[in-house]
């Protein structure tokens, strides 16, 4: 009944649907002003408004919460510090599998992140910008202008060839008003995307994501890693595993955080000064 429902409504769909109960609640530490439930089609969601919320049990919704919390918070931590550091350098997210999460416009409303991109599958693209671009979503959210949706590109992420393509060509290309002067911090993000990848491309993503923070380009100001997912080759929670298997991609741990549930490893990373300390 919903002429904006997606062709698949996957589990990525789900979870906008769970963001949504705690994203109602002004109590949560993942509140975003109703932005999720903005997302939903008329009628239907009242199931996961304000006078129904408090009725669902605190499951899966709950534990979407945890990791939901946690990258808000890194992705927060991360941009303060680098505007600390009074460079005017700017911030870009790039979040690897975005699906229907709302993160890109909720830090672009708050002035948390300067541009926010999404890779996805084309349908998942294409179903989420026919949503932001919809009249419905527009009428609830009067105030939200094109500069502060996400760039979306195509792309299935099992193709790492053409996700490399794609992310060296995001951080080589000149934009906007003096682009050429312009530096920017890149944070790559992933959450409860790696689940349902091949084997092996989720390690492969995240030696792509640290290789092109190598690229000598003008506006290249290095970057960070935020993950809420399922790590290759890491079984349990161990840290030492983690930092191991992290390393020999590229990266080195700042922060570990494990949780119950298929995504379970929380944590954010920053690249290996010294490539020759990469794990053989």
Known sequence: ??????????????????????????????????LAYDLLPRGSRIVVGKKLRRFYPRLHHANVEIRTAFLDRAVTRISESVRSEGNETKVRLICLGGGYDVRSIKFREQGIVDKCIELDLPQVVEAKSNILQSKRFRRRRPWLTNDLLPEFHAVDLNNIDRVEEILQSLLTTDSGVNAREQKWHTIFLFEGVM??????????????????????????????????DRLENIPGGDIVIGREELARNGWDITEWQPKPGLARHMGCAKPLTNIANKAS
């Open 195 to 228: 689940i349902y990848l091949n084997e092996g491309v989720p390690r492969a993503l995240l030696e792509i994501t640290s290789e092109v923070l190598k690229t000598e380009a003008p506006n290249n100001s290095g970057g960070s890693l935020c993950f809420a």
């Open 1 to 34: 009944f919903d002429r904006l429902k997606p062709p698949d409504s996957s589990l990525s769909l789900a979870c906008l649907w769970w963001k949504a109960l705690s994203g109602n609640d002004p109590q949560s530490p993942v509140y975003d002003n109703n």
